[in-house]
Nanobody
Framework: QVQLVESGGGLVQAGGSLRLSCAAS????????MGWYRQAPGKQRELVAA???????NYADSVKGRFTISRDNAKNTVYLQMQSLKPEDTGVYYC????????????WGQGTQVTVSS
């Protein structure tokens, strides 16, 4: 079993910053792509940012220039640095990872709440 442990969510005023972290633990050999998704109440979950094992990144248009995804392979951790936060960034943020143990499997974190007030 693989666990994705998220941290860093919270309440922040518009214009503020937060850094989300997601650490993978358990028995596995490697992690390929990792990403962050978010879901606002009444809306579908959407991709916020993703990063491949080679370091290529992809961002939702709404967060480009404000959010930065990065990873530390030695720590099996992915980060999402969020700056200039807006109320519309509010939602539950989920960590996702493609993990290889005996096979490639997709895992999700439990989600962490990000609330941006105006």
């Amino acid at each position: 079993q693989v666990q994705l442990v998220e941290s860093g969510g919270g309440l922040v005023q518009a214009g503020g910053s937060l850094r989300l972290s997601c650490a993978a633990s358990g028995s596995f050999f490697a992690i390929n792509a990792m990403g962050w998704y978010r879901q606002a109440p009444g809306k579908q979950r959407e991709l916020v940012a993703a990063i491949t094992s080679g370091g290529s990144t992809n961002y939702a248009d709404s967060v480009k220039g404000r959010f930065t995804i990065s990873r530390d392979n030695a720590k099996n951790t992915v980060y999402l640095q969020m700056q200039s936060l807006k109320p519309e960034d509010t939602g539950v943020y989920y960590c996702n990872a493609d993990v290889y143990g005996s096979r490639w499997e997709d895992y999700w974190g439990q989600g962490t709440q990000v609330t941006v007030s105006s």
